[in-house]
C-alpha cells in the first residue's frame, strides 16, 4: 500500500513569516506530486505540482521535491491569515501518474495575525 | 462556469434508501475520479472513470456501490441501501489525461439518518 505521511499539525506561524509544510512518500517509483489547500467545509483546492527534483515557485508558494530523501516540501512566503487552512500532499496511487490521488491527512496551518 | 460541477451540494437520506449523486467534469477533461472523505478522516480513492469505461475500482466497496461515466451527461456514483456510516462529504475531480492535475468539484455532503 503505497503511502504519503504528513504531520497532522496544527503548525502556528506568524503572519509575515515563512510557512514549511513536510510530506514523506513510500513508493520510490512515483513520478509526480501535488499539494492540495482545503478550507474547513470546502473542497481541495490544487496549488502546486511538481514532477523533477528540486524547486518550483509559483507567486508566494514554493514546492520542493527531494526523490532521493522520498519528501516534498511546500513553502509559503510572507504567510497571510488567508493561508490558514489544511495542505494536502498527494501522489498518484500508481505511481506513474494514470490512476486516482493517494492523499496525505493533511497539515492543519495555523496564520497568527 | 467552467469547473467541475457536482450536485446536490447537499444530500439527506434515510437508512435503506438510495443515494445518487453526479459530476459533470470540466471541460475537455475526460478523466473522472471520486473520492470521500469521512469526518476527521483524509481523502480516499474510491474510483476512476473514463467515458463508459471504469479504469480502476478498487478504492470502493464491493457491496451497494457503484459508479458510471456514461457516453452522455455526468458521471453517477450510486450507494444502495444507504447506512449511517455512508455519510460522508464525496467529492469528484477531473484530469484532462491521467498524467495531470485533478481538480476538484464543490463536493456532495451525504447525511444518512
Known amino acids: 500500500q503505497k503511502e504519503v505521511e504528513q504531520n497532522s499539525g496544527p503548525l502556528s506561524v506568524p503572519e509575515g513569516a515563512i510557512a514549511s509544510l513536510n510530506c514523506t512518500y513510500s513508493d520510490r517509483g512515483s513520478q509526480s506530486f501535488f499539494w492540495y489547500r482545503q478550507y474547513s467545509g470546502k473542497s481541495p483546492e490544487l496549488i502546486m505540482s511538481?514532477?523533477?527534483?528540486g524547486d518550483k515557485e509559483d507567486g508566494r508558494f514554493t514546492a520542493q521535491l527531494n526523490k532521493a530523501s522520498q519528501y516534498v516540501s511546500l513553502l509559503i512566503r510572507d504567510s497571510q491569515p488567508s493561508d490558514s487552512a489544511t495542505y494536502l500532499c498527494?501522489?498518484?496511487?500508481?505511481?506513474?501518474?494514470?490512476?486516482?490521488?493517494?492523499f496525505g491527512k493533511g497539515t492543519h496551518l495555523i496564520i497568527q495575525p | 462556469n467552467a469547473g467541475v460541477m457536482q450536485n446536490p451540494r447537499h444530500l439527506v437520506r434515510r437508512r435503506g434508501q438510495e443515494a445518487r449523486l453526479r459530476c459533470s467534469p470540466m471541460?475537455?477533461?475526460?478523466?473522472v475520479y471520486w473520492y470521500r472523505q469521512l469526518p476527521e478522516e483524509g481523502l480516499k480513492f474510491m474510483v476512476y472513470l473514463q467515458k463508459e469505461n471504469i479504469i480502476d475500482e478498487s478504492g470502493m466497496p464491493k457491496e451497494r456501490f457503484s459508479a458510471e461515466f456514461p457516453k452522455e451527461g455526468p458521471s453517477i456514483l450510486r450507494i444502495q441501501q444507504v447506512v449511517r456510516g455512508d455519510s460522508a462529504a464525496y467529492f469528484c475531480a477531473s484530469s484532462r489525461s491521467s498524467y495531470n492535475e485533478q481538480f476538484f468539484g464543490p463536493g456532495t455532503r451525504l447525511t444518512v439518518l
Open positions: 498527494a501522489a498518484p496511487r500508481s505511481g506513474g501518474g494514470a490512476d486516482g490521488l493517494t
Open positions: 511538481i514532477y523533477s527534483n
Open positions: 471541460k475537455g477533461h475526460s478523466h
